[in-house]
């Protein structure tokens, strides 16, 4: 449980402390301090301070936090313990180093009622104030669960089949069980001299190998397991190791024979199969299935077949005696099961009111041990490509099957091998029946087919002691053929053209097949390129692509099922040439003032002329014509007219006849300059202002005046305006003019104006209240604001505020607190006039806004109680249910109000077993409030509410589990099964 106290220091008659849940009220001055700091800080330095209980008795783990201070400022805090603080400034630390404002770890519970009282201060950071409060951590109460032991065991093994001679590992695990939802509300502890018994079946049909570890205790080499102490949910395993000599079913079955404590649901030796101390697992050899085999699942107690169901892979077999599923299995007259496919068989108690006869051990009929012959990929190749020899993959365990002949298992037989062919036109290896010699997994092609065409292999492998286990997979080989194509290109052409290429013998590809043509340059000048299709371009060509370019025609032959595809393809050549472009021309701009009557003129020229080409010169009115070409003539540039006249010039070759793209020359015409965009300032009275500007056009600078003038040359110029001063409301004039950098022509002198204007005069707050997850009842903080006064100030502005609040991401928005963490939060508010201004002669427009201090604000959400509650079960004896089911209240307050009432929400209904103890007394009944509960068939839902003194709710859901009295284990009858074949 957190508590929040934001609270003023309070004494009664008898000097005891206490804090209620109140915003933050004055620090007393302490007046003993001999500290720097002996001043309270006013206006008063607001803060709270929290703390969490102990998390359980014994362990010194309560905290105390402080929250609420302005994260900007690096107070300094400091605590003591008791009443009056002896210390300074020097005794504390920066709130910045706080970790979510927590001042004291690992603090002790206290052991009075009414807590341990702690004072509290805070410094500003040059030590010239401080704040201070007492704070009282309160007790927490704790209470505890009943003792018990809950020794488990169970088994597992290393397979769930094995051969004969196979060696196969069991693991016994015993765990004493502390697991919540096994035993709800008990305390597992540990229980001492724990023995376990190990039972195997004699007679020759196991070996018990030599070897047993066991992860804590002793193994006797015989039956018994010395495990020693197991703490609560502390888990120690036993291996064995056991080989198998016959096939069949065996059971090994497991017990704890001895051990101290007082166990939950079991005694030792019992031998009880319905206790969780005794265990089995069974071992089953499978049997080999082939066509047509047969066997027999037989009862070692022939009486048992009325009592009975059989199970196919977990699934019940509905037939009765005499009935039969074709190719599955049936049922004899006697009562037995005749199996008949491959399997995990078993067998179930029909009685409903039976326990422990559950599933029993398996018998396991898998498929038998035959050669897997992997499916071998076909081939679909060119015409005189070669075939590379076919491996057959033989997927059997390779340590039995290594090669042909050896041995498949203990008593199992041996693999055999043998090749057939269809013939085929053109096939060297001919002939249907087997092929003589081709007796391995390898088929050799020595000699390739003479002709186009399809042929086919297949390979046969069996048991040669059981023949009906075999398989069988074949080989395909398709082979096909192209004709060459014919390339030809459109060369030679000039650079940035399209390059054409073209196949000219595509009456040789009309057969409908899918020919494929891909095109690639030999050398990769230019870089790599591809295209595809019989005829394509390359945009945008260059010298460097000149090259030898070649095509590919190839066709796709698609065969088999899933498809295979193989490309066959056949190749030509065509050799291209690309001529360079000349290079872009650097012409020269001109630019002369309007109406200038001795301007130098020139004709139009270029920074680069070359006399390897022709120059030409297009006019923008018509793009498409050439109106000079020079060494013939240039054209000339005219003044009269104010503006931008713009030509186009290239360089052409007349040998290869490729053009230059075309540049830009442009004659300019200054006229005179508009007078500066300048806009009126607008300035809050007493805020800050800035250097004055206007905004002159590109390639023009400003000229300030100090005074008004129609003059072109300024009698009077200012290099800039400093910022204007704000301390008083009212307009001021300013004058500026521009002048072209180039031509020199300036414009006329432009007026404005700066305004200097009112602010609102502050604002207040009333701190909010709310417990943590409240969803109710909290309204935005607009609500607790006190608004300042109108504006003084004409035209009257229009008003706003900003909230900077954590979390909120909405200024303009009034914020709506959050209630998930407990302390309080700190932010502002700032008001705020709008003023739009409409100066005469057409000025556009001025809105500035003109804030007020900013104010802080706080909001103090107070804990819900931190209490837990403990569900006790109803205990069993024997499989009797007992209604002793307990509800025990832990980490709680003495000054909490508990209430609690039958039903998953809350009543306070009589009907409902509503009972409310207010506050909850210390130390009652180890804290148990509710007992003799009824053990419910499942389950039953109890709700408790804790109210706190700051009357924050904690709602907490209990759920007592019913505790099942009904035999756990399971039994099996032994059975054995007889293979007919």
């Given at each position: 449980?957190?508590?929040?106290?934001?609270?003023?220091?309070?004494?009664?008659?008898?000097?005891?402390?206490?804090?209620?849940?109140?915003?933050?009220?004055?620090?007393?001055?302490?007046?003993?301090?001999?500290?720097?700091?002996?001043?309270?800080?006013?206006?008063?330095?607001?803060?709270?301070?929290?703390?969490?209980?102990?998390?359980?008795?014994?362990?010194?783990?309560?905290?105390?936090?402080?929250?609420?201070?302005?994260?900007?400022?690096?107070?300094?805090?400091?605590?003591?313990?008791?009443?009056?603080?002896?210390?300074?400034?020097?005794?504390?630390?920066?709130?910045?180093?706080?970790t979510n404002g927590v001042i004291a770890n690992n603090l002790v519970n206290p052991t009075l009622a009414a807590g341990q009282e702690y004072v509290v201060r805070v410094y500003l950071p040059d030590n010239s104030c401080y704040a201070e409060k007492v704070y009282?951590?309160?007790?927490?109460?704790?209470?505890?669960?009943?003792?018990?032991?809950?020794?488990?065991?169970?088994?597992?093994?290393?397979?769930?089949?094995?051969?004969?001679?196979?060696?196969?590992?069991?693991?016994?695990?015993?765990?004493?069980?502390?697991?919540?939802?096994?035993?709800?509300?008990?305390?597992?502890?540990?229980?001492?001299?724990?023995?376990?018994?190990?039972?195997?079946?004699?007679?020759?049909?196991?070996?018990?190998?030599?070897?047993?570890?066991?992860?804590?205790?002793?193994?006797?080499?015989?039956?018994?397991?010395?495990?020693?102490?197991?703490?609560?949910?502390?888990?120690?395993?036993?291996?064995?190791?056991?080989?198998?000599?016959?096939?069949?079913?065996?059971?090994?079955?497991?017990?704890?024979?001895?051990?101290?404590?007082?166990?939950?649901?079991?005694?030792?030796?019992?031998?009880?199969?319905?206790?969780?101390?005794?265990?089995?697992?069974?071992?089953?050899?499978?049997?080999?299935?082939?066509?047509?085999?047969?066997?027999?699942?037989?009862?070692?107690?022939?009486?048992?077949?009325?009592?009975?169901?059989?199970?196919?892979?977990?699934?019940?077999?509905?037939?009765?005696?005499?009935?039969?599923?074709?190719?599955?299995?049936?049922?004899?007259?006697?009562?037995?099961?005749?199996?008949?496919?491959?399997?995990?068989?078993?067998?179930?108690?029909?009685?409903?009111?039976?326990?422990?006869?559950?599933?029993?051990?398996?018998?396991?009929?898998?498929?038998?041990?035959?050669?897997?012959?992997?499916?071998?990929?076909?081939?679909?190749?060119?015409?005189?490509?070669?075939?590379?020899?076919?491996?057959?993959?033989?997927?059997?365990?390779?340590?039995?099957?290594?090669?042909?002949?050896?041995?498949?298992?203990?008593?199992?037989?041996?693999?055999?091998?043998?090749?057939?062919?269809?013939?085929?036109?053109?096939?060297?290896?001919?002939?249907?029946?087997?092929?003589?010699?081709?007796?391995?997994?390898?088929?050799?092609?020595?000699?390739?087919?003479?002709?186009?065409?399809?042929?086919?292999?297949?390979?046969?492998?069996?048991?040669?002691?059981?023949?009906?286990?075999?398989?069988?997979?074949?080989?395909?080989?398709?082979?096909?053929?192209?004709?060459?194509?014919?390339?030809?290109?459109?060369?030679?052409?000039?650079?940035?053209?399209?390059?054409?290429?073209?196949?000219?013998?595509?009456?040789?590809?009309?057969?409908?097949?899918?020919?494929?043509?891909?095109?690639?340059?030999?050398?990769?000048?230019?870089?790599?390129?591809?295209?595809?299709?019989?005829?394509?371009?390359?945009?945008?060509?260059?010298?460097?692509?000149?090259?030898?370019?070649?095509?590919?025609?190839?066709?796709?032959?698609?065969?088999?099922?899933?498809?295979?595809?193989?490309?066959?393809?056949?190749?030509?050549?065509?050799?291209?040439?690309?001529?360079?472009?000349?290079?872009?021309?650097?012409?020269?701009?001109?630019?002369?003032?309007?109406?200038?009557?001795?301007?130098?003129?020139?004709?139009?020229?270029?920074?680069n002329e070359d006399v390897a080409y022709t120059i030409r010169w297009y006019h923008e009115s018509d793009t498409s014509v050439i109106d000079y070409s020079y060494p013939s003539v240039r054209p000339f540039p005219s003044s009269l007219t104010a503006g931008s006249?713009?030509?186009?010039?290239?360089?052409?070759?007349?040998?290869?006849?490729?053009?230059?793209?075309?540049?830009?020359?442009?004659?300019?015409?200054?006229?005179?300059?508009?007078?500066?965009?300048?806009?009126?300032?607008?300035?809050?009275?007493?805020?800050?202002?800035?250097?004055?500007?206007?905004?002159?056009?590109?390639?023009?600078?400003?000229?300030?005046?100090?005074?008004?003038?129609?003059?072109?040359?300024?009698?009077?110029?200012?290099?800039?305006?400093?910022?204007?001063?704000?301390?008083?409301?009212?307009?001021?004039?300013?004058?500026?003019?521009?002048?072209?950098?180039?031509?020199?022509?300036?414009?006329?002198?432009?007026?404005?104006?700066?305004?200097?204007?009112?602010?609102?005069?502050?604002?207040?707050?009333?701190?909010?209240?709310?417990?943590?997850?409240?969803?109710?009842?909290?309204?935005?903080?607009?609500?607790?604001?006190?608004?300042?006064?109108?504006?003084?100030?004409?035209?009257?502005?229009?008003?706003?505020?900003?909230?900077?609040?954590?979390?909120?991401?909405?200024?303009?928005?009034?914020?709506?607190?959050?209630?998930?963490?407990?302390?309080?939060?700190?932010?502002?508010?700032?008001?705020?006039?709008?003023?739009?201004?409409?100066?005469?002669?057409?000025?556009?427009?001025?809105?500035?806004?003109?804030?007020?201090?900013?104010?802080?604000?706080?909001?103090?959400?107070?804990?819900?109680?931190?209490?837990?509650?403990?569900?006790?079960?109803?205990?069993?004896?024997?499989?009797?249910?007992?209604?002793?089911?307990?509800?025990?209240?832990?980490?709680?307050?003495?000054?909490?109000?508990?209430?609690?009432?039958?039903?998953?929400?809350?009543?306070?209904?009589?009907?409902?077993?509503?009972?409310?103890?207010?506050?909850?007394?210390?130390?009652?009944?180890?804290?148990?409030?509710?007992s003799t509960l009824p053990n419910p068939d499942t389950s039953q839902d109890y709700f408790v509410r804790i109210t706190n003194i700051h009357g924050c709710q904690q709602d907490i859901p209990v759920t007592l589990d019913g505790k099942d009295c009904i035999c756990?284990?399971?039994?099996?009858?032994?059975?054995?099964?007889?293979?007919?074949?």
């Open positions: 449980m957190k508590n929040n106290y934001l609270t003023n220091l309070r004494m009664s008659s008898s000097g005891g402390m206490r804090f209620g849940w109140f915003f933050i009220g004055i620090v007393t001055f302490l007046m003993s301090q001999t500290s720097f700091a002996q001043t309270v800080c006013s206006p008063e330095l607001k803060f709270t301070v929290q703390s969490t209980l102990n998390t359980a008795e014994g362990v010194d783990d309560a905290t105390m936090r402080i929250t609420g201070l302005d994260p900007a400022v690096d107070y300094v805090v400091a605590y003591e313990l008791g009443t009056s603080f002896t210390g300074s400034i020097a005794n504390g630390v920066a709130y910045s180093t706080l009282v951590l309160p007790k927490a109460y704790f209470n505890d669960k009943p003792d018990n032991t809950d020794l488990e065991i169970t088994m597992t093994k290393s397979a769930d089949a094995a051969n004969p001679g196979d060696i196969v590992t069991v693991t016994v695990v015993v765990t004493n069980n502390n697991s919540a939802t096994d035993n709800p509300g008990y305390n597992i502890i540990q229980a001492d001299n724990v023995e376990i018994t190990v039972t195997a079946p004699g007679g020759g049909a196991l070996t018990f190998n030599p070897t047993a570890t066991a992860s804590q205790g002793t193994y006797d080499g015989t039956s018994v397991w010395s495990v020693g102490s197991l703490a609560p949910g502390q888990t120690e395993t036993l291996v064995l190791s056991y080989t198998i000599n016959e096939r069949g079913i065996y059971e090994i079955a497991s017990e704890v024979t001895a051990a101290d404590g007082d166990d939950l649901d079991s005694s030792p030796s019992t031998s009880s199969i319905i206790e969780d101390d005794y265990t089995t697992q069974c071992l089953s050899t499978p049997f080999d299935y082939c066509d047509d085999d047969e066997f027999e699942f037989r009862l070692a107690n022939p009486a048992m077949y009325s009592q009975i169901r059989y199970l196919k892979n977990g699934t019940p077999i509905t037939i009765t005696a005499g009935q039969s599923v074709a190719g599955e299995y049936r049922i004899h007259a006697d009562g037995y099961l005749i199996i008949e496919s491959v399997g995990t068989y078993s067998y179930e108690s029909t009685d409903p009111t039976a326990c422990g006869f559950e599933y029993c051990c398996p018998i396991i009929v898998e498929e038998g041990e035959k050669p897997d012959l992997a499916p071998v990929t076909p081939v679909s190749i060119c015409f005189e490509s070669p075939i590379a020899d076919v491996v057959v993959i033989e997927n059997m365990n390779a340590a039995n099957d290594a090669a042909p002949g050896s041995d498949f298992d203990i008593d199992r037989g041996n693999l055999v091998y043998q090749w057939f062919s269809d013939g085929g036109t053109g096939n060297p290896i001919t002939g249907s029946d087997s092929l003589l010699g081709y007796t391995s997994l390898t088929l050799n092609f020595d000699a390739l087919p003479a002709a186009p065409g399809t042929y086919t292999y297949r390979i046969v492998g069996m048991d040669d002691l059981h023949q009906t286990c075999k398989d069988t997979t074949e080989f395909v080989v398709v082979i096909q053929d192209i004709e060459k194509p014919i390339a030809a290109a459109n060369s030679p052409i000039c650079e940035e053209e399209t390059l054409e290429l073209t196949t000219t013998n595509m009456a040789d590809y009309q057969s409908g097949a899918p020919f494929t043509f891909t095109w690639w340059n030999e050398n990769a000048n230019g870089g790599a390129w591809t295209a595809t299709g019989d005829s394509v371009g390359r945009t945008d060509a260059l010298p460097a692509m000149s090259d030898e370019y070649i095509v590919e025609v190839s066709v796709a032959y698609t065969n088999f099922t899933p498809a295979q595809t193989v490309t066959c393809s056949k190749t030509d050549t065509v050799t291209v040439l690309i001529n360079p472009l000349p290079p872009l021309p650097d012409p020269i701009d001109y630019v002369y003032c309007q109406g200038v009557t001795n301007a130098e003129m020139d004709s139009l020229r270029l920074n006249d713009v030509w186009q010039v290239s360089f052409y070759n007349e040998g290869t006849t490729c053009e230059s793209h075309r540049a830009d020359q442009t004659v300019t015409i200054d006229t005179k300059p508009d007078m500066p965009v300048v806009n009126n300032f607008a300035f809050c009275e007493a805020g800050l202002a800035t250097d004055l500007t206007a905004i002159a056009e590109a390639g023009h600078s400003l000229i300030w005046y100090a005074t008004d003038s129609v003059s072109t040359v300024p009698d009077t110029v200012v290099a800039f305006t400093p910022p204007p001063s704000t301390a008083t409301v009212g307009i001021t004039s300013y004058f500026v003019s521009q002048y072209n950098t180039t031509s020199g022509c300036q414009s006329f002198i432009n007026e404005f104006e700066v305004h200097i204007l009112d602010r609102p005069d502050g604002l207040a707050f009333a701190v909010p209240e709310y417990c943590v997850d409240q969803t109710t009842g909290i309204q935005s903080l607009d609500n607790h604001l006190t608004v300042s006064p109108a504006s003084s100030s004409a035209p009257t502005p229009s008003t706003s505020y900003s909230w900077d609040y954590p979390g909120h991401g909405t200024p303009a928005t009034p914020p709506t607190p959050t209630t998930t963490t407990v302390g309080a939060t700190y932010g502002t508010v700032t008001e705020i006039f709008t003023y739009d201004y409409v100066p005469a002669d057409n000025f556009q427009v001025v809105t500035i806004d003109c804030p007020s201090d900013v104010l802080p604000v706080h909001v103090v959400v107070n804990p819900k109680p931190a209490a837990e509650v403990i569900a006790i079960s109803a205990l069993c004896i024997g499989d009797e249910d007992v209604d002793n089911g307990t509800l025990i209240l832990t980490r709680y307050e003495n000054t909490d109000v508990l209430e609690w009432n039958r039903g998953a929400a809350y009543s306070n209904l009589a009907a409902d077993n509503y009972i409310i103890e207010s506050p909850v007394a210390e130390g009652t009944h180890g804290g148990v409030f509710a756990p284990g399971g039994y099996c009858e032994p059975a054995s099964i007889t293979p007919n074949f």
